[in-house]
């Protein structure tokens, strides 16, 4: 034990470890943080000789739980789509706002016009609204400059937040989220001239952690995408689709194939696409902010990804258009409320299985050994904070181990 060792007695914590009492929940309970990793946890009345003599700070009864985690967001983007949100309420389907130059291609524009230090000055207060609420590691993606100048000008933005916020980062490459006008009607020829080269760039800069797509009628086609995928495992990285958000194209099934970390979206996901993920250990990152905004109907598959024991994780999609959602407390709730996910499971999907969806093994439940990013809450039960709405009870975050 070092002179820094702190520990948070008088709590009940939320280890969110799978298979053992729901939450993982132990009462009366300690934790001792040590060099920015937990090095002990448990009952108070178990709490070693060792750390006896440690700081120690009264919790007065309050839950603790792992960090949060956003395993899927598009912060860094130019402009906003309100008028979008408008024409949307006005009867146009997301396909429609999209056809006729809106959807993506909007935020394209704005993005490419602004510069990376304004980039980085409007997503900080999105990632402000994450951290207040829990928040240690959020993924952010490329995907709106759809030019090799603006897809590495959002990267680095990325790679800036950590710089100037107390949170970690993922960066995912999605250069095929969408074919830009200067192309319209040559997907192919985007896709080799433009977002191939575009990945190898980022990747020679130390830009890309992740390769992400967008597989669906409105952008590309699995064999599309299964060309930035190849470069992908040439390059050694891993990969992630937005798949099965608005039609079934086998997106699933090609990530899985792939050995993806996560499919996203998956509305329209059938029984076949679930085993595939199953087998592969694939992650399904569910995005209820997506489906509320666009006013969709067809639900994701959650009783077919239970009984194959797909693990699922839940995420904002902070993006300008289809999920301008920027609270993973609304989004537990809107898992619950508008999928029938149990509180558990979407505690889980924002913290242990968000994890799993970006790769990472050092957080995302309590145990010895992990980072020391921790949430504590002002609420009796872990059920509250998938409860609530509009209602933020977090009363501190710690960020390895501060």
């Avoid at 993922?170 to 200067?182: C, D, K």
């Avoid at 077919?304 to 024991?309: G, K, M, P, V, Y």
Wanted: charged fraction near 20%; proline fraction near 5%; include cysteine.
């Amino acid at each position: 034990m070092t002179n820094s060792a702190t520990l948070y007695a008088n709590l009940q914590i939320a280890t969110m470890q799978a298979g053992k009492t729901p939450y993982g929940l132990i009462k009366n309970a300690a934790l001792v943080c040590d060099a920015g990793k937990i090095a002990w946890v448990g009952t108070e009345a178990d709490l070693p000789a060792d750390f006896a003599e440690a700081d120690r700070k009264d919790m007065g009864g309050r839950l603790m739980t792992p960090a949060l985690i956003d395993c899927h967001t598009h912060v860094v983007a130019g402009g906003n789509r309100a008028q979008e949100f408008e024409m949307r309420l006005e009867g146009a389907t997301y396909e429609e706002v999209a056809r006729a130059g809106g959807g993506i291609i909007s935020t394209v524009k704005a993005t490419r016009a602004a510069s990376e230090d304004e980039l980085l000055a409007s997503a900080l207060p999105r990632v402000d609204a994450l951290i207040a609420e829990g928040a240690a590691f959020i993924e952010v993606k490329s995907g709106y400059g759809l030019d090799r100048e603006t897809e590495l000008r959002m990267l680095r933005t990325a790679r800036r937040i950590p710089r100037e916020r107390n949170i970690r980062v993922q960066t995912s490459f999605l250069g095929a989220h969408a074919v830009p006008p200067e192309f319209a009607g040559q997907p192919d020829d985007y896709i080799d001239e433009v977002c191939i080269p575009a990945l190898r760039a980022a990747h020679a800069e130390g830009l890309v952690d992740v390769v992400d797509g967008f597989c669906e009628g409105i952008a590309f086609d699995p064999a599309q995408i299964a060309r930035v995928f190849d470069v992908a495992r040439e390059l050694g990285l891993p990969v992630k689709l937005h798949a099965e958000q608005l039609s079934n194209l086998g997106g699933t099934k090609l990530a899985a194939s792939y050995g993806a970390l996560s499919a996203d979206h998956i509305e329209y996901l059938d029984a076949e696409g679930v085993a595939v993920m199953a087998a592969a250990g694939t992650t399904a990152v569910i995005l209820p902010g997506a489906f509320y905004t666009l006013r969709e109907t067809r639900v994701p598959p959650l009783d077919e990804l239970r009984t194959q024991n797909v693990a699922m994780a839940l995420a904002t999609d902070c993006n300008p258009g289809s999920s301008p959602l920027a609270s993973l407390l609304l989004t537990m709730n809107m898992g619950c409320t508008l999928f029938r996910m149990t509180p558990e499971e979407a505690l889980a999907g924002v913290s242990r299985n968000a994890a799993r969806a970006l790769g990472l093994d050092d957080c995302g439940l309590i145990a010895a050994g992990k980072r020391a990013d921790l949430a504590i809450w002002d609420v009796q039960h872990p059920a509250e904070l998938a409860y609530r709405i509009g209602f933020n009870p977090l009363f501190t975050r710690i960020f390895g181990g501060e």
